[in-house]
Every structure is written in C-alpha cells, then in structure tokens.
C-alpha cells in the first residue's frame, strides 16, 4: 500500500497518477486501433474529451445533488479540487449520455466505436486495480495462505492483485492482433464486458470489504450477474443478426 | 482548520468530536500552541510526542484525516489538504445519519 508518494515537498496521490496514467495508455490505445479500424482518430480524441469532462462535471453535480447541505454556505465548494466529492455511478451515466449524443450528430458507428476503446477499457482496468492495490481499497477478506498481504492490521486474500491479474488475462482475450477474431463489430466490447464481469462474480468471493446482501451473496455480485446477463444477450443477437464473420472486418494484422 | 472549527460548532450537539492530533515529533509544539491560539481553535488538540499515534494508524503524509463512525470504525480516509469544508459537512452528515 502506496496512497502518498512523497517526492521531496511533493506529496502525490499515486492511485490519482496511476488512474492518469491508465488512461494516457487507453487513450492512446483506442487511437492506434481507431486508425486501423478506419474511423477518424480526431472523432475519437474528441470523444474521449468530451466524455471525461461531462463525466467529472456529472460526478460533482451528482454528488452535490446528493449532499445539498454540504453547499448551501458554500457554493464555491462546487469548484473544489478534491477527487473525494464525487459520485462515480452519476459521473458514469453524464459522461456516457454526452458521449452517446456526441457519437450520434457526429454519425459515429456505435458498436465499432466500442470496439476501438476496449483495449483502452482493458488497460484501464488494470490501471484501476493497481490504483486499489496503492490505496488499500478493496481489499481482501482475511486469509492466512502463502500469498496473503499483510494490509489493515490483518493477513488478506491479495483481491487487488487477483483483479489486476484476471484484468491482465481479459485485455490479452480482447488485445487486437493478427488471428483475433472477434466479428461482427461490438463482439470484441461484449467479450471484454461479460469476461469483466464473470470475473467479478468469481472474485468478490474474496474481498473483505463489498456489502453482503444475502448470506454470502454481495450488492457487486448482482450487477456483474445482470450486466454478464446483458452482455450475452447482445451477443447472441449480434452475432445471430450478423450471420457471423465478414471477413473484411477481421484484423488481419496488428495494429502496434 | 477554519472550517474544521465551523463543523464542530455546528454538528457538537449531535455528538461529533474533532480530535486534531499533532505531529509534535516532527513539529515545534510551541509553534502549533500559538498556531491554536491565533485561530480560536476550541475543538481537543493532541500531541503526539513520539509518533506512536502517526504509526497505529499508518499515516503516510500530513495532514491525513480519518472519519470515525459510531461504532468506533474508520470509515473514510482522506490523504493529504486543505481538506474542503464540503466535504467534511458531506461526511459528517453521512455519519450523523446512521443509525445508532
């Protein structure tokens, strides 16, 4: 657990850097794949923009929406540079409703539009688990095995690394290169999507700190149950509705 | 610290407590002393002489403010500051709120 890197006078939130980081790597990802994809990198800069900058908008509004007290003395606290004051879930749907909108006037196709951020999506999500494993978040429940981590007073399952690792094995599943066949557009996302969540169905097993619903059933589990329910649902629609594979949309080569 | 106090004065009656503690190891408590004075701080403030405190609740940089629920659980960790006045209301709020 690193949450401070301590650079002389400068005192850095790694799970802030590594986030920024991950997303530089996405970003420069889901460009590469868009040219060879054939879609207007430019399109794609400025969706990626428009989406984190409604989304951080989004997740303050929402998080002053929720905790209206808060700010009735100080409005200027709208401003506040601290990450803490905002609510990832109303950031989320802000920045994925402007980027819809965005991706519509601008006639950009929806499910290949979603192919060319999954390994953007994929490298973030590895990103992600090492901002958790910095941070101490998410941890593991206690457990005294060979590989456990001593983390918050305690012997814990290693829950970040055991999601950066299956996060790791999904971005390889999904990574464009030659022979990866994933057509028609959108099977590559819903891969990525419903892989991440079975994933998380498996590991929450292990955390320590996810609420409990149901006896061991946890509130994250349900999600990841209906969004991998989602995922195969559109799946099987694409790939029945496409009569499966034109070869012209198959990379034929890597696009690093 | 402004507005620590601002939070203490408004949330005292529900039972909140503001423990400020000092990191007198590495800081000059005659400095803090005077520091306290100046701002009409009224909430409790530590001193933490030999780092005993810093280290059991692994702080790894200043000012790192912990949110304490009811029970006696952390619930919330902030590294690093100004903490936002905001914020600290938002949190404080949340805690009031549960139940007992």
């Not at chain 1, 978040?137 to 829950?159: C, K, T, V, Y």
């Not at chain 1, 464009?176 to 994933?182: D, I």
């Amino acid at each position: 657990m690193l949450p401070i890197l301590n650079l002389g006078p400068l005192a850095i939130q790694t799970p802030g850097l590594i986030l920024l980081i991950g997303v530089w790597i996405g970003l420069t990802q889901a460009e590469k794949y868009a040219r060879f994809l054939k879609i207007d990198s430019d399109h794609i800069y400025s969706l990626s923009l428009l989406t984190m900058v409604a989304g951080i908008f989004g997740a303050r509004l929402s998080f002053a929406a929720q905790n209206p007290a808060a700010f009735q003395n100080n409005w200027t606290g709208l401003f506040s540079l601290t990450l803490q004051m905002m609510d990832t879930f109303g950031g989320g749907v802000i920045g994925l409703l402007a980027a819809f909108i965005y991706g519509q006037r601008k006639g950009l196709p929806f499910w290949k539009t979603l192919d060319v951020f999954t390994p953007g999506f994929a490298v973030l999500a590895i990103a992600f688990g090492f901002a958790q494993l910095s941070s101490g978040d998410a941890f593991g429940a206690p457990a005294n095995l060979p590989w456990s981590i001593h983390l918050w007073g305690e012997w814990r399952h290693p829950s970040q690394i055991y999601f950066i690792l299956s996060a790791g094995l999904i971005a390889l599943l999904v990574w464009p290169r030659s022979g990866s066949r994933f057509n028609p557009s959108g099977v590559r996302f819903l891969v990525w999507i419903g892989s991440s969540a079975l994933a998380r169905i498996f590991l929450e097993t292990f955390r320590g700190d996810s609420p409990i619903l149901i006896e061991s059933l946890r509130s994250s589990q349900i999600t990841a149950w209906l969004i991998l329910a989602g995922a195969l649902v559109l799946l099987n629609r694409r790939l029945t509705h496409n009569n499966i594979l034109p070869e012209a949309q198959t990379p034929q080569s890597n696009p690093e | 610290m402004p507005a620590m106090q601002a939070v203490y004065e408004e949330f005292g009656h529900y039972g909140v407590t503001i423990l400020a503690v000092n990191a007198s190891n590495q800081d000059d408590p005659l400095a803090a002393r005077r520091f306290i004075t100046e701002r009409g701080l009224t909430f409790p403030i530590l001193e933490d002489l030999t780092g005993a405190t810093a280290r059991t609740y692994q702080v790894s940089a200043l000012p790192t403010t912990f949110f304490i629920d009811r029970k006696g659980i952390i619930s919330k960790v902030i590294y690093g500051g100004p903490l936002a006045e905001a914020l600290l209301r938002a949190e404080i709020t949340r805690l009031v709120k549960e139940q007992p």
